[in-house]
């Protein structure tokens, strides 16, 4: 099994007497992840699947006295799919504040509604994780640094979603099924959505789109909605880790873009599935918008792995000056060209250098980028 990062962050955070909570898009590996934290902690454990009927029905209402009864003589407590539970807040509430020294590990494969539901009743009791798919770091710890290096084309196509690198040679029909059968399954069973076609066209309108600037009501004119549904489908796209967005950097030039954003999908294959175009690299015409795609997702993975906290943007101007991607951490600003030609000269706007003054800049191409990953 490929060993995840945060496995012996959550087994650390796991002796301080606090709830964890597992967010992560449904087939990243969270409940193989839990399966392998079950393993090293080697204790009792209970484990209540919410997919469930049954342990939906048990757990609706439930008083303290129905729950220990239920846990027994557990040591640990693991609710998977914790989304279907009702009022799952006041259920862990209640277990955490009437038991002593129990280990209770929650997933959910979105944080639709679970967030809101568990935010008041946890206040203070909780950590919370995000597993994203297989992350470049992870994969090279895995194998090998060169093994992955020699493997990059083949990951901008097809992604890090753990049956996708598991499974070698199936990979196109495993993702097409991902996305038809998973990717946004939570959305639809809660009604989310009331048309779902209109979803679907607006993801393929996202997939296209990655690395430009992104209008709510472009979108809506071409996908035949308005821009509130448009708004609202790309918030919940958001909550399910199937999407992103990079907001605008914005302090003080007058002619600066202030309210528009970019959208990047977590998962290269997911985005190439949906436009179904697995083609070979010298076969695109997008192989810059896949690179900037693939190294902005796998530097959000490799910062939230190393609980690193960063504000992420990009800048632009009016006149099209433009920085692809920028951190700010500590009150610095880091800024990054990212291009997939590794010749190519790149000069950094003097009026953002001057104006900003980013305490580093860099240029991100196949020959560097695994520095900035690992």
Do not use: C
């Not at 992420?312 to 990212?338: K, P």
């Amino acid at each position: 099994m490929v060993e995840r990062s945060l496995e012996n962050i959550i087994l650390k955070h796991l002796d301080l007497n606090k709830i964890i909570i597992i967010y992560g898009a449904r087939q990243v590996g969270k409940t193989t992840l839990v399966k392998m934290l079950l393993d090293k902690i080697d204790e009792p454990y209970l484990l209540l699947n919410g997919d469930e009927p049954d342990i939906r029905e048990i757990l609706t209402k439930a008083t303290s006295t129905r729950l220990h009864a239920l846990i027994g003589n557990k040591n640990v407590v693991v609710f998977d799919e914790a989304q279907r539970i009702p009022e799952i807040g006041l259920v862990l509430k209640l277990l955490h504040d009437s038991t002593k020294n129990l280990k209770i590990i929650v997933t959910g494969s979105s944080s639709l509604n679970l967030a809101d539901e568990l935010q008041e009743p946890l206040t203070g009791r909780k950590f919370v994780f995000k597993l994203y798919p297989f992350s470049f770091k992870e994969m090279v710890n895995h194998t090998s640094l060169l093994e992955e290096k020699r493997l990059l084309e083949h990951r901008l196509i097809y992604g890090y979603y753990p049956e996708i690198v598991n499974r070698p040679g199936s990979e196109q029909i495993l993702l097409r099924e991902l996305t038809e059968s998973y990717l946004y399954k939570d959305i639809l069973s809660m009604g989310l959505v009331k048309k779902p076609y209109i979803l679907d066209k607006l993801l393929k309108a996202l997939a296209l789109q990655i690395g430009q600037e992104v209008s709510f009501n472009e979108l809506g004119q071409l996908i035949g909605a308005d821009k509130q549904t448009v708004e609202k489908y790309i918030a919940l796209l958001e909550k399910s880790f199937v999407i992103f967005r990079l907001p605008t950097f914005s302090r003080n030039l007058r002619n600066e873009i202030k309210k528009n954003r970019k959208i990047y999908f977590y998962d290269n294959g997911i985005r190439n599935a949906l436009i179904k175009n697995f083609n070979s690299l010298p076969l695109r015409a997008d192989v810059g918008a896949l690179w900037e795609n693939f190294f902005i997702a796998e530097r959000m993975k490799y910062l939230n792995n190393e609980l690193k906290p960063v504000n992420y943007y990009f800048w632009r101007t009016h006149s099209q000056q433009e920085i692809d991607y920028l951190e700010e951490t500590g009150g610095q600003l880091t800024a990054y060209e990212i291009k997939w030609n590794p010749r190519k000269k790149v000069r950094f706007p003097e009026r953002f250098l001057k104006t900003y003054q980013p305490a580093q800049t860099y240029v991100i191409h196949p020959k560097n980028y695994f520095d900035f990953l690992l």
